[in-house]
């Protein structure tokens, strides 16, 4: 039988395929060591498996990344102090995950230069928010935004294995509408 810790790496694998080690390890919110442990002993189980020489996690080695996932879950990760270990999901195209905060549903949705009508295909609902993750923040001002709550985020590697995550909101700023950074938490 896993342990409690051991059951959310698994589950969360199966949700979002392979992932960065450096992710579950964020998840878990534990030291480095006690997550390393965890991970050695369910690799040991054959139950997780290196990707891509030991940088990627998966339920097997043969799993493929998903980039747009993987995006997510690192703003994911923004929120992870407050979001339960289960209360996030896969989400419905084309958003990538679900999750739970503070009992609102928010959404984060990954899109890539040329992708600004696929929120069209968004169903907004009451008390569900939007966090929408672009390559930069200009490509917001082209955007048909759904009637419902929107964050911005860009992601910028920097070379470092850790993105910086940047998150914007629109505000009126003299009359115009623009896009202000925000801190989150």
């Avoid at 923040?137 to 860009?154: H, W």
Wanted: glycine share 4%.
């Amino acid at each position: 039988m896993l342990l409690q810790d051991e059951q959310y790496v698994v589950k969360w694998l199966t949700q979002y395929g392979a992932l960065p080690k450096a992710q579950i390890t964020r998840m878990l919110q534990k030291p480095p060591k006690t997550a390393d442990k965890i991970l050695r002993n369910l690799k040991k189980q054959m139950r997780i498996a290196d990707v891509a020489s030991g940088y990627y996690i998966g339920l097997d080695s043969m799993c493929q990344p998903d980039q747009r996932t993987i995006l997510a879950v690192w703003v994911l990760l923004k929120f992870i102090d407050y979001v339960d270990p289960m209360a996030h999901y896969p989400a419905v195209y084309p958003s990538q995950i679900f999750f739970l905060k503070e009992n609102i549903g928010y959404e984060i949705v990954v899109l890539y230069d040329g992708e600004q009508s696929l929120l069209r295909l968004l169903q907004p609902q009451d008390d569900l928010k939007y966090i929408i993750v672009l390559p930069h923040i200009s490509m917001a001002a082209s955007l048909r935004l759904p009637d419902a709550p929107c964050l911005f985020a860009t992601i910028d590697y920097r070379g470092e294995e850790e993105p910086e995550i940047v998150f914007y909101s629109e505000e009126a700023v003299n009359g115009t509408e623009q896009f202000v950074c925000k801190g989150v938490g």
